[in-house]
Structures are given as C-alpha cells and as structure tokens.
C-alpha cells in the first residue's frame, strides 16, 4: 500500500498563517487575549491569592523613599475650653488667680490652632501654635509659651582682597 504525502506547500514557512506571520494571527495558541481563557472552563485558572498573584497580575504602586510625615497631635480652642474643667479636675491644668495654667506638650499635644473663641485668661504652654490662636489667646489677657527658636546665622562669606 502507498504511503499518503504531505503536500510540498504546505512545509513552507506562511503556509499556516497565509502570508501573515506571527503579527496577523487571532488570538489562537495562546489562549485569548489578556485574561481571556480564565474563566470557569478555562485552562488557566486565575490565582486566586498566593505566590503566584504577582507573577500573574504583576505588581502594582510604588515605595516612596521620600520625606516620612508623621501626624501632629493638634487641639482648637474651642475644644480646649470644652476640656478645661476635665482638665482641672484631672490635675492637667491649674487655676491660679483667674488664669488657667495648661501644659499641652505634657499632654501629648504638639500644636494649638485657633478654631473657636476665648472667654477664659489662658498660660498654654505648647511646642507650636498658629499666629492667629495666639492673638485670639493675648487679646483675652492670657499667652501662650512656645519654645524659643535658635537663630540662623548667616553664612559668612570670606571677602578676597587684590593683591
């Protein structure tokens, strides 16, 4: 019995893609385009979590290396108005001669904005406040006691003579 050929033309490289190549093909021998082929009957079944979700999806975002922020404990005052008789109960605040003596930076509290009025004469002592919580704070008779801040001294620049 004879031996059935394949036909010459057919070994030649574009025969299966009609001149095409690799570039017009559909989307065939690779199983869909994207995530096509992931579904119930899919081949490839999509991970679902573990060691092979970054290998599939890739990762995502980005490290910043830059400055890290920390929060400021902030308080109004408004709140501590509200939070001055706990305060005095509590020992974190003393009332001496219609002053108010408070240590916020014991407190935990870094800033004082100026959110709301002042009725009460005031001492606060705080790391840092806003300029208009403290006029509001000496226009009531009362002040606020920040940190004294270290000049910055100017570069000296050493003056070349001709010579």
Known sequence: MTTKRRRKSTRSPGS?????????????????????????????KMPVKGRWTI??????GFKSKG???????????????ELLDNFVKD???VLEKDVY?????????????????????FRISVSA??????????????????PEAEPKKAPETEEKGKE
Not at 18 to 41: I, L
Not at 72 to 80: A, E, G, M, V, Y
Request: proline share 0%; glycine share 18%; hydrophobic share 35%.
């Open 16 to 44: 299966r893609t009609c001149g095409y190549g690799v570039s017009h093909r559909g989307a065939g021998e690779r199983g869909g385009r994207g995530r096509a082929g992931t579904g119930k009957k899919g081949k490839c």
């Open 101 to 121: 003596t408070v240590n916020l930076t014991g407190l935990g509290i870094d800033k004082l904005l100026s959110a709301g009025g002042v009725t009460k004469k």
């Open 67 to 81: 400055i890290k922020y920390t929060a400021l404990s902030i308080i109004n005052l408004r709140q501590l108005e």
């Open 55 to 60: 290998q599939y999806f890739g990762k995502t």
């Open 91 to 93: 020992k974190f605040a």
């Open 129 to 146: 406040a806003s300029k208009t919580a403290v006029e509001k704070v000496k226009a009531a008779g009362g002040e606020v006691i920040l």
